[in-house]
C-alpha cells in the first residue's frame, strides 16, 4: 500500500482511444515531475472505431462493446483505489470514435451511472493541442512541425518550446483530418488501386493546406529554409510502427537504444520503401492490428511527400494526449528542467553540487553541463553490485536500467551516458556485453573520445570521496583543464592542484589512467581522441 503523502501526487488518467483504451498513473511528486514517471500502465485493445463499422455502415456502438468498457473501466477503479488515487487526480478524455459515436451520450452516461466519472470529450482543436504537448514532453528541445496519427483523425500543428519552459503552438490549436489508420483502412477496403492513387492526391491536398492554415510563424519558415526543411515530430502509434521498421533495418544492428521516443531518420529514408507488407512487419515489435494497418499509415506518408512539405529529418515520440495532459499540468519552471538531470536526481550523493563542479572543471567545453551532472548523480549508483557486473549494469542503465523509463532522453545522450558509466567503472565486460560497447559508439559519434575521458574522471573522483561527501571545512583540489593545439595537434590539458596531502597518490593514479587515454590506441573508430597533458602539483 502506498503512503498517502508519496500519493497525493499520482494523476490517473483514461484516455478512450479510437483503436483502445488506455490507463495509467503517474508521479508528478517532485524531484523527477519533468519526466512523468509512470508507475502503472495498461491498455485494452477494445477499438470503438471498429465497433461501429464492424458491419461496414456506421451503427451505435453496440450494448456488449459499452458493458466491456464498463467493466475494464471498473476494474480501473479498483487500481486507482489500491494505490490510493485521490478523487480529484483522476481523469477521463475521449476522442474521435467517442467524439463522432451516435450514441455518445448514452454511452457517456453509463460510464457515469456505472464508475461516478464523467468523461471530457476532446473538440478535435483540443485533441490536437494535447498531442503537441505530449510530443513536447517527449523531447528536451522541440521546434518544427508535428502530427499525430491516431485510429481516427490526424492532428498537425507547430510547436516551439522556449528557453523558459513556455510551449508555442498554432494559434489554431491545430488542424485535424479524417485520415485516422482505422478509418482509412476502412476506406481503403472499398477502393480500386486507381482510386486509392486518387485519394492520396486528396490526402496531399489537405496536407497543404493545413499547412497553410497552421499560421507557421516566419522565424520558423526562415530556419527551415536555411536548414534544407523543417523537423517533423510524429506519435501516434501507426508512425511508432514505422519507426520500429526503421529501427530494424539502421546500419547499427541489432539498434543498441530499442526506445521507439526521441529515434530520428532523415526524410529521404523515412519516405523511401514503403512496400513493407503487413506479415512481414509484424515482427519489428508492432502489434498485429497495428501491422494490419500499415497501408493506411503508408498511404498517409506517401500523401506527405507528394504534398511536398520541405522536411529535414523526422523525429518519432511517445507523446500523445495521455502525456500533453500530464505536461500541460506543470508549471514552466519544471518544463524547462533537463530531462536527464531531473531523471538521476534521486539518486544524488550528498555532495552533488561540489562534485559536479570538480567534474565541470576537469572536462573542457566539449561535454554538456546537463550529462556532467547527471553522471555525478549516478557517480555510486552501481556501487553496491558484485564487481565483475558493475560496469555491464551501468553499459545497460540507459536501456533497461535504472533509467529505461525516463521520459524525454534522446538517445544521443542515453548512449554517451551509457559509456561514461561504464568507463566510471573500468569498462572491465564480459563478451555478453561487447555487442552493445562496441556498438553505442556509433550513436555517440565524435564524442565517443569524451565518454571516456568523462568516465576516468569520473572514477577518480569516486575514488577521491567514495562516500560521495565533500566536507565545507576544508580544501582538497583545484582544477583546470582545456584544449589547446600543438603542432596541429589537439591536446587536453588538465592540472590539478593537490590541497590535501593523503589525496596525492589517488589523484597521481588518475593522472596516469588519463595519459594511458591520450595515446593512439584510444583513439577508437570515431577518429576523435586526442593527446591528454596532465600536470599535478602539491
Not at 88 to 115: C, F, P, Q, Y
Not at 155 to 164: C, D, E, P, S
Amino acid at each position: 500500500m502506498t503512503s498517502t503523502t508519496s500519493s497525493q501526487h499520482y494523476q490517473a488518467l483514461v484516455d478512450i482511444g479510437s483503436n483502445g483504451i488506455r490507463f495509467s498513473i503517474s508521479d508528478l511528486s517532485p524531484p523527477t515531475a519533468r519526466i512523468m514517471p509512470t508507475i502503472y500502465q495498461d491498455r485494452c485493445g477494445i477499438s470503438l472505431y471498429d465497433a461501429q463499422y464492424a458491419t461496414g455502415t456506421k451503427a451505435p456502438i453496440p450494448s456488449a462493446v459499452i458493458e466491456e468498457v464498463l467493466a475494464v473501466l471498473l476494474q480501473f477503479r479498483r487500481t486507482c483505489q489500491d494505490f490510493e488515487v485521490q478523487d480529484s487526480n483522476i481523469r477521463l478524455v475521449a476522442t474521435e470514435a467517442t467524439r463522432n459515436a451516435i450514441n455518445r451520450e448514452h454511452l457517456l452516461g453509463r460510464i457515469e451511472e456505472k464508475t461516478g466519472w464523467k468523461v471530457e470529450l476532446l473538440t478535435k482543436e483540443e485533441e490536437g493541442r494535447l498531442g503537441a504537448m505530449g510530443i513536447a514532453s517527449s523531447i528536451d528541445r522541440i521546434k518544427g512541425i508535428c502530427i499525430d496519427m491516431g485510429g481516427g483523425s490526424v492532428q498537425m500543428t507547430w510547436v516551439v518550446k522556449k528557453l523558459n519552459g513556455d510551449v508555442d503552438m498554432s494559434p489554431v490549436g491545430s488542424v485535424s483530418f479524417p485520415y485516422g489508420a482505422a478509418a482509412l483502412m476502412s476506406t481503403l477496403s472499398e477502393v480500386s488501386v486507381q482510386e486509392e492513387a486518387t485519394l492520396q492526391g486528396e490526402i496531399a491536398s489537405k496536407f497543404q493546406r493545413g499547412l497553410e492554415d497552421i499560421r507557421i510563424p516566419s522565424s520558423l519558415r526562415d530556419e527551415a529554409l536555411q536548414n534544407d526543411g523543417y523537423s517533423l515530430y510524429l506519435s501516434g502509434g501507426g508512425f511508432r510502427g514505422r519507426g520500429y521498421i526503421l529501427m530494424s533495418t539502421e546500419e547499427i544492428q541489432p539498434y543498441p537504444i530499442p526506445i521507439i521516443n526521441c529515434y530520428s531518420v532523415d526524410a529521404s529514408r523515412f519516405m523511401s520503401n514503403l512496400e513493407e507488407s503487413p506479415a512481414s512487419a509484424s515482427a519489428f515489435r508492432v502489434s498485429s492490428r497495428r501491422a494490419s494497418q500499415i497501408p493506411a499509415v503508408q498511404l498517409v506518408i506517401k500523401a506527405l511527400g507528394q504534398a511536398n512539405i520541405p522536411i529535414s529529418k523526422v523525429i518519432f515520440t511517445q507523446g500523445g494526449v495521455r502525456e500533453g495532459l500530464l505536461y500541460s499540468a506543470l508549471p514552466p519552471s519544471i518544463r524547462t528542467e533537463s530531462p536527464l538531470v531531473a531523471s538521476t536526481l534521486p539518486y544524488a550523493p550528498r555532495s552533488a553540487a561540489s562534485l559536479a563542479t570538480l567534474l565541470r572543471d576537469a572536462v573542457p567545453d566539449s561535454v554538456e553541463s546537463e550529462l556532467l551532472t547527471s553522471t555525478i548523480n549516478l557517480l555510486y549508483f552501481h556501487g553496491s553490485l558484485p564487481k565483475d557486473i558493475r560496469a555491464a549494469a551501468a553499459l545497460r542503465s540507459t536501456t533497461t536500467g535504472v533509467l529505461a523509463g525516463a521520459h524525454g532522453l534522446s538517445h544521443r545522450d542515453r548512449s554517451m551516458l551509457a559509456l561514461i558509466l561504464c568507463e566510471r567503472w573500468g569498462a572491465d565486460l564480459s563478451e555478453a556485453d561487447a555487442g552493445l560497447y562496441d556498438s553505442l559508439p556509433k550513436l555517440a559519434g565524435h564524442r565517443t573520445w569524451w565518454t571516456k575521458y568523462v568516465g576516468r574522471v569520473a572514477e577518480g573522483i569516486a575514488n577521491l570521496f567514495p562516500a560521495g561527501v565533500v566536507r565545507d571545512d576544508e580544501q582538497t583540489l583545484a582544477v583546470e583543464s582545456g584544449v589547446s593545439s600543438i603542432e596541429d595537434i589537439q591536446h587536453c590539458w588538465l592540472k590539478i592542484t593537490v590541497l590535501q596531502g593523503d589525496l596525492v597518490g589517488t589523484v597521481k593514479k588518475l593522472a596516469e589512467d588519463l595519459r594511458k587515454l591520450g595515446k593512439k590506441k584510444h583513439g577508437g573508430k570515431q577518429g576523435s581522441g586526442m593527446k591528454v597533458d596532465v600536470e599535478v602539483r602539491t
